[in-house]
């Protein structure tokens, strides 16, 4: 297993940790997301209120609640994580 390291960006308000996941671990995610299904997020402000444009926000997203992945990821990237 390679080491992994947090990289800094942004004056360090922002990290990166380039393979964090591998390509299977990445596939896997996005099987599970897609079996779940996606949503149309709500129209927003950009986070500076709700707006009814329909056009103002164009992604979708789905929730996963599974506290053993959360455990999972959380075990990898906490040796990372600044103190």
Not at 47 to 56: F, I, N, S, V, W
């Amino acid at each position: 297993m390679a080491l992994l390291q947090r990289e800094q960006i942004d004056e360090e308000r922002i990290s990166v940790i380039p393979k964090f996941l591998s390509a299977i671990e990445c596939q896997q995610l996005i099987e599970r997301a897609e079996k779940s299904g996606f949503k149309t997020s709500p129209p927003s402000g950009g986070g500076h209120g709700r707006t009814h444009r329909e056009d103002a926000r164009t992604n979708e997203y789905t929730v996963i609640t599974d506290q053993s992945l959360a455990d999972k990821l959380f075990q990898k990237v906490s040796p990372l994580l600044p103190q």
